[in-house]
């Protein structure tokens, strides 16, 4: 195996994206250059300089198409979402190139997947304040109740004392009574406002809580923007985006806040 530098960690990452982009724009799915990935198109015109991943976003239904024809991707990449791989202990999907290996955490959980980009849906809101936050919250307490059960193994491995033997049952638990079935209560809570039909739209499982609970106006995946060699779609408001988000986006942070995700990654033979 081959330990990847972090500028070819990213040209791994680039080429998932373009990978999933081409299939996105061959069948007709909406999707949005988001997060950390937009702000370095915008700031930097390709990564943040010292990034290590490659967010995009879609609206529910797009997202839940794109789950069903994910095969069709080309062969080294494979879709891993709380559907179909009970490893993904997140409610969100990512798409892995099977050639590589990641360790992530690898002082700690050891846990060992592949390089990947991130996916998030995008799901309509409720009309007022009070009411998204309500929502945001019962969205929240089931995907993080998911969470729990996914990530018990590692937490077995962790704790000691009782705590241990906590996680051990809640291991059993997912082991031999709940498996996958969590996950469609999370999107039975994530889908009772139609992301077409709302006028407010947020990543409600993930991401930055009600900094992303934007007018859907600003949620139109109808805008290009250059990153590194392509041009790709985002939102059609991304400045109104970065600033709900990130404030004075454009300002580059201080030197010891510019950090990477805990893991190594590696190409393998």
């Not at 990847?4 to 990978?19: K, M, N, P, R, T």
Request: charged share 30%.
């Amino acid at each position: 195996m081959k330990k990847l530098s972090l500028q070819e960690l990213q040209a791994v990452e680039y080429d998932i994206l373009c990978a999933v982009v081409d299939l996105c724009e061959k069948k007709g799915l909406r999707y949005g250059l988001a997060g950390g990935t937009l702000l370095g198109a915008v700031r930097h015109g390709g990564f943040i300089p010292w990034d290590d991943d490659i967010d995009i976003e879609m609206p529910r239904p797009d997202y839940m198409k794109f789950m069903k024809i994910a095969d069709q991707l080309p062969e080294r990449y494979k879709l891993s979402s709380p559907y179909n791989d009970v490893e993904n202990y997140h409610a969100y999907s990512k798409v892995y190139d099977m050639k590589t290996k990641m360790i992530e955490f690898p002082e700690g959980k050891k846990i060992n997947i592949h390089v990947y980009i991130d996916i998030f849906p995008i799901d309509g809101m409720p009309d007022e304040p009070i009411a998204q936050e309500i929502h945001r919250y019962r969205c929240r307490r089931r995907m993080l109740s998911m969470y729990a059960f996914r990530v018990a193994k590692y937490k077995i491995n962790e704790t000691r004392g009782i705590t241990r033997l906590l996680w051990k049952c809640v291991k059993f638990v997912q082991d031999r009574v709940i498996k996958d079935r969590q996950i469609y209560h999370v999107d039975r809570a994530c889908l009772k406002y139609e992301f077409d039909k709302s006028k407010y739209c947020s990543e409600t499982i993930a991401g930055y809580g009600f900094k992303e609970t934007m007018p859907s106006l600003v949620y139109q995946f109808d805008k290009k923007i250059q990153f590194c060699n392509r041009e790709f779609t985002t939102f059609r408001i991304p400045e109104y985006y970065l600033t709900n988000i990130y404030g004075d986006y454009m300002q580059l942070p201080p030197e010891e806040q510019r950090r990477q995700h805990d893991n190594k990654a590696y190409l393998l033979d």
